[in-house]
């Protein structure tokens, strides 16, 4: 799943009040459906960036999908060193399923596509940069907050984030060590998972007004995901013309 202010190293201060807090919806829709509905325009937008149309097209170089991965590598050290801080959390806590773990899988893709020294070689993007910097930064001060960015991430990559790895493996003719991000093996049924996880999201105890600031920080998380793919679209383009 892939929504920021329209500078990347923007961000708006994690107390603000927004307008969707004035006007919260009451708790008859389920908050998951809402979550889903609010970031449904920011998520479309993050999907059709053209760096992902290109390459669900095949015109990304595998240059460019490690690229991909290596930017992944920085979000996902974000959002699993802050969970490490998070798992004693009584309402976050039951949402960090060590099941969901990345960053083993794509330092073994990293291994496989950039080499073994590939921690020297690469490097984050001034988005990549903002948006880790965010997950930490909302994890530290509003830790019902850090869920947006939890949400967002993990069950968009068991859902259309399978489609990613299945298209990776055809294009560049990769065996499991390039796309093992892609894969969740120790989750038997996704769908089932996923469905926990809107349980969760549906039961936990926020207020309307929190709703509502969890769904503008997922908003952001949104946003701050297309700026990657735009750095990442520019980055490929400049290597192709080099």
Same mark, same amino acid.
């Given at each position: 799943?892939?929504?920021?202010?329209?500078?990347?190293?923007?961000?708006?201060?994690?107390?603000?009040?927004?307008?969707?807090?004035?006007?919260?919806?009451?708790?008859?829709?389920?908050?998951?459906?809402?979550?889903?509905?609010?970031?449904?325009?920011?998520?479309?937008?993050?999907?059709g960036s053209p760096f992902i149309v290109a390459y669900m097209d095949g015109r990304v170089p595998i240059d460019g999908?490690?690229?991909?991965?290596?930017?992944?590598?920085?979000?996902? @050290?974000?959002?699993?060193?802050?969970?490490?801080?998070?798992?004693?959390?009584?309402?976050?806590?039951?949402?960090? @399923?060590?099941?969901?773990?990345?960053?083993?899988?794509?330092?073994?893709?990293?291994?496989?596509?950039?080499?073994?020294?590939?921690?020297?070689?690469?490097?984050?993007?001034?988005?990549?940069?903002?948006?880790?910097?965010?997950?930490?930064?909302?994890?530290?001060?509003?830790?019902?907050?850090?869920?947006?960015?939890?949400?967002?991430?993990?069950?968009?990559?068991?859902?259309?984030?399978?489609?990613?790895?299945?298209?990776?493996? %055809?294009?560049?003719?990769?065996?499991? @060590?390039?796309?093992?991000?892609?894969?969740?093996?120790?989750?038997?049924?996704?769908?089932?998972? %996923?469905d926990g996880y809107r349980r969760r999201l549906d039961t936990a105890p926020w207020t309307p007004d929190v709703q509502?600031?969890?769904?503008?920080?997922?908003?952001?998380?949104?946003?701050?995901?297309?700026?990657?793919?735009?750095?990442?679209?520019?980055?490929?383009?400049?290597?192709?013309?080099?």
């Amino acid at each position: 799943m892939l929504r920021v202010p329209t500078q990347a190293t923007t961000h708006p201060r994690i107390a603000t009040m927004t307008a969707h807090e004035a006007t919260a919806p009451t708790a008859a829709v389920p908050f998951s459906a809402r979550l889903r509905e609010e970031t449904r325009e920011d998520h479309e937008r993050a999907e059709g960036s053209p760096f992902i149309v290109a390459y669900m097209d095949g015109r990304v170089p595998i240059d460019g999908y490690a690229a991909l991965q290596g930017q992944l590598w920085f979000v996902y @050290d974000a959002l699993e060193a802050s969970a490490r801080e998070l798992r004693e959390h009584p309402v976050v806590g039951p949402f960090l @399923d060590p099941r969901l773990d990345r960053l083993p899988s794509l330092d073994a893709d990293l291994r496989r596509l950039v080499g073994e020294d590939w921690r020297d070689r690469v490097r984050p993007s001034e988005a990549t940069r903002a948006h880790a910097e965010r997950i930490r930064e909302v994890a530290r001060g509003w830790p019902d907050g850090y869920i947006a960015h939890h949400y967002i991430r993990y069950l968009g990559d068991l859902s259309g984030g399978r489609a990613l790895g299945s298209r990776a493996r %055809k294009l560049y003719q990769l065996d499991d @060590d390039g796309v093992r991000f892609y894969r969740f093996d120790e989750i038997e049924s996704p769908r089932e998972f %996923k469905d926990g996880y809107r349980r969760r999201l549906d039961t936990a105890p926020w207020t309307p007004d929190v709703q509502a600031r969890i769904v503008d920080e997922a908003r952001t998380g949104f946003r701050m995901t297309q700026a990657m793919f735009e750095e990442l679209d520019r980055s490929v383009a400049a290597g192709a013309s080099a």
